[in-house]
């Protein structure tokens, strides 16, 4: 299948309302993305990322006043993080109704509902006809799509269009919060913190991470993920620990060890999540080996940005 590149939401919207799949940008990570009315696109999805048939898709929306096209209720505390957080990098699980298909949800009682920031990605969902289900933009088990180009590199000739945008500003992919129980729990960290959460909802809980590994409330999280090909080993600042003689590369927000190959010096942790996918992307052209990540505090996204690298070096 030929992929065309292009900069016009208009004509990637035309694609997809036709049932074919999109890579659209977003300020967390590029989506892949397709109409939630066509099985036939939901199942693409599946295939084109080799993704595990269990692992449900989030719904990108334009505006939050169209939640109810997919949700079968929005409880009180959903209503309070809308107000907050949407539109931005903040995914809501919620009951759906009879209009989403299980193809979505994977068999699922609830979905998971986003409405993002991002001007492309606005103009894009606004002209699209339905909802649209959207995971990364990437093979599964990858690092997250960042940029065009990295779609292009995992999905080019195995969908129909990538709508061309800037670089995604936060990196990471979104925070999700379930909110189809009460108190709401945190899935996944991103960009918007507990704290900032509990500043709104304060009974929002944390899942504890081990719950995550070994029965996972939010089923993607069992399966391995962000991994290049290269080995990740996390490190503490100032450890030097990278060894002579292999082709190593390092990531961190102190000072780089002065045998590594390639260094990424972060100026902050915001700055570490924007660079940390496409610099392991990168690692891979170069055929670095082994990719130090030093681990950043454990406070506002420098706690998402350690998921991630936790996952990086399990997988
Ligand atoms: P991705 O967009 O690739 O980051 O994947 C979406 C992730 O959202 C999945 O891997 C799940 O962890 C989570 N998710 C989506 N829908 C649900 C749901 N109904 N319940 C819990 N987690 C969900
Ligand atoms: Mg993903």
Not at 45 to 54: L, N, Y
Not at 139 to 153: F, K, L, M
Not at 277 to 285: L, V
Request: charged residues 25%; glycine residues 6%.
């Amino acid at each position: 299948m030929e992929t065309i590149v292009t900069e016009s939401p208009r004509i990637a919207a035309s694609w997809l309302n036709k049932g074919e799949l999109v890579a659209f940008p977003t300020e967390t990570v590029y989506g892949l993305g397709g109409d939630m009315t066509s099985d036939t696109a939901l199942r693409q999805i599946f295939t084109a990322k080799g993704r595990p048939p269990d692992n449900p898709l989030i719904l990108h929306l334009d505006s939050p006043g169209r939640i109810q096209e997919v949700a079968l209720e929005i409880p009180e505390t959903a209503e309070r993080l809308i107000r907050r957080f949407f539109p931005g990098p903040l995914t809501l699980i919620l009951k759906k109704n009879e209009n989403v298909s299980p193809l979505v949800t994977a068999g699922l009682s609830t979905v998971g509902i986003r409405c993002p920031a991002h001007p492309v990605a606005h103009a894009f969902l606004k002209q699209c006809n339905h909802p649209v289900a959207a995971p990364s933009a990437n093979i599964s088990g990858r690092p997250s799509s960042t940029d065009w180009q990295a779609v292009h590199e995992d999905l080019k000739g195995k969908i129909r269009c990538v709508l061309k945008g800037p670089q995604s500003t936060i990196g990471l992919e979104s925070t999700i919060v379930d909110c189809s129980v009460y108190p709401p729990r945190l899935l996944r960290r991103g960009a918007i913190s507990l704290s900032e959460l509990k500043a709104s909802v304060p009974e929002t809980t944390a899942s504890a991470p081990a719950e995550n590994t070994r029965q996972p409330k939010s089923p993607g999280l069992k399966y391995s993920h962000y991994t290049p090909a290269a080995r990740v080993i996390l490190c503490r600042p100032d450890s030097q620990q990278s060894k002579p003689g292999r082709k190593s590369a390092w990531i961190g927000l102190s000072e780089p060890p002065a045998d590594a190959a390639k260094t990424a010096l972060c100026s902050d942790a915001d700055n570490y999540a924007y660079r940390l996918f496409s610099f392991f992307r990168e690692c891979d052209r170069e055929h670095i080996e082994v990719i130090y990540c030093e681990v950043p505090p454990d406070e506002g996204i420098g706690h998402a940005i350690r998921d991630r690298l936790q996952r990086a070096a399990e997988g």
